[in-house]
């Protein structure tokens, strides 16, 4: 059973710290991971996009690593603001995933204190 | 402004009642999505589907329905067959099924059966 784990559940940090949600996954055949923000109540806002081929991404201060071999992504998000707070979750699309559906993580969520 | 719109946004039913959530796209996307979240659990694939008139079901189909007669609208039907409907429904959509495509996610629609 394809499984995507993320720990910890939830995280506080002081503003302006660097910090590095985790993501795991059990299916090493994907085609790519994507990172996602959720606020309370709301849908979900596409971050980032890894492809299999690729490492990393960056948008802003925000940077994705994808490790196939270990199983494992990390989202690193440099000097927080408060206005990062949210839950982030991180899905895979492996290569047995029927119609492209993307299996979730539980999420991180992410309180970054003023 | 080009987008996923679901409405509505906070929907109350009696049990035993059907009741259907809409979603809409204009960025002309040929596969759409509805995924279920639950707190403290990742979304799940409900339904999905690749092309208009074509749609497949996902990992907790039982007690949905739904359709897919125009390209831009994937509305979801939860039938009173649905033994624990209340949730949060998250509709998403994507250039192609073809799995090196992100996916897009539309605001959400809370559903609160009692």
């Known amino acids: 059973k394809q499984e995507v784990t993320q720990i910890p559940a939830a995280l506080s940090v002081p503003e302006g710290e660097n910090l590095v949600l985790n993501c795991s996954f059990t299916?090493?055949?994907?085609?790519?991971l994507q990172w996602f923000r959720q606020d309370p109540g709301k849908g979900l806002t596409s971050l980032l996009l890894i492809q299999s081929s690729q490492r990393e991404q960056t948008s802003g201060r925000l940077n994705a690593s994808l490790d196939k071999s270990s199983g494992r992504s990390t989202l690193y998000i440099a000097a927080s603001q408060p206005g990062d707070s949210a839950t982030y979750l991180c899905?895979?699309?492996?290569?047995?995933?029927?119609?492209?559906?993307?299996?979730f993580g539980q999420g991180t969520e992410l309180s970054v204190k003023p | 402004d080009g987008g996923i719109t679901q409405s509505p946004k906070y929907l109350f039913r009696k049990e035993g009642q059907n009741v259907t959530l809409s979603c809409e796209q204009n960025?002309?996307?040929?596969?759409m999505y509805w995924y279920r979240q639950d707190p403290g659990q990742g979304l799940r694939l409900i339904y999905y589907s690749q092309i208009v008139n074509d749609f497949q079901k996902g990992d907790i189909a039982e007690g949905y329905s739904v359709s897919r007669e125009k390209k831009e609208s994937f509305p979801l039907t939860v039938t009173s067959a649905q033994k624990n409907p209340t949730a949060f429904y998250l509709c998403?959509?994507?250039?192609?099924?073809?799995?090196?495509?992100?996916?897009?996610f539309g605001p959400g629609t809370r559903l609160t059966v009692t």
């Open positions: 998403a959509s994507s250039i192609s099924s073809r799995p090196t495509y992100e996916q897009y």
């Open positions: 960025l002309n996307h040929d596969a």
């Open positions: 899905a895979q699309r492996g290569v047995k995933n029927q119609g492209g559906k993307l299996i």
């Open positions: 299916d090493s055949a994907i085609y790519n």
